[in-house]
Antibody, heavy 117, light 109 residues
């Protein structure tokens, strides 16, 4: 079955960077864009951007431009999201998700990133 | 930016009752671009409805979506215990490309 499995929880200090991975299985990795979203504790969902696994092309939400980098490694069917200059406002669960046309399905299980001094 | 406003914020109902959840957009949305998700505590969102009215694979037929323009509705015809969760609507459009409503929490009365 189609599955996205993310890396484990991270604790980072303010100003640091975090890199989260998302390993795809059950489908052709290069055929569908991978998107990254996040959800702060008790809050709603926020879209961050996408990476095209076929070309490596990216598109980031304006809010995160200059601070986020999305990449992929087709040899291991894995997408990555790196977020730099972390602050406490970046404490959230980060999700990867495959996009089918204009909706997200499925989602990874989520990766909790905690930013604390 | 298209803002999606969901109402009510919390809906308290009993199993077997009918639930009606609303999602209102600040600008008209192509119904092809409107989706609904269910999220339970500690889990990622799960796609329920896409294209405003099409059920995703494996979603029971008690879930239905409708609407167009700026007003969209998710209806659960007869609530089962496993349906109590948070529901989000989502649209695809202009920058940012994807936005979500703030969610409706469906709780057991």
């Amino acid at each position: 079955q189609v599955q996205l499995v993310q890396s484990g929880a991270e604790v980072k200090k303010p100003g640091a960077s975090v890199k989260v991975s998302c390993k795809a299985s059950g489908y052709t990795f290069t055929a569908y864009y991978i998107h990254w979203l996040r959800q702060a504790p008790g809050q709603g969902l926020e879209w961050m951007g996408w990476v095209n696994p076929h070309t490596g092309g990216t598109n980031y939400a304006q809010k995160f431009q200059g601070r986020v980098t999305m990449t992929r490694d087709t040899s291991v069917s894995t997408a990555y999201m790196e977020l730099s200059r972390l602050t406490s406002d970046d404490t959230a669960v980060y999700y990867c998700a495959r996009v089918l046309r204009w909706w997200f399905d499925p989602w990874g299980q989520g990766t909790l990133v905690t930013v604390s001094s | 930016e298209i803002v999606l406003t969901q109402s009510p914020g919390t809906l308290s109902l009993s199993p077997g009752e009918r639930a009606t959840l609303s999602c209102r957009a600040s600008l008209s949305v192509d119904s092809s671009y409107l989706a609904w998700y269910q999220q339970k505590p500690g889990q990622p969102p799960r796609l329920l409805i896409y294209g405003a009215s099409s059920r995703a694979t494996g979603i029971p037929d008690r879930f239905s979506g409708s609407g167009s323009g700026t007003d969209f509705t998710l209806t659960i015809s007869r609530l089962e215990p496993e349906d109590f969760a948070v529901y989000y609507c989502q649209q695809y459009g202009s920058s940012p490309l994807y936005t979500f409503g703030q969610g409706t929490k469906l709780e057991i009365k």
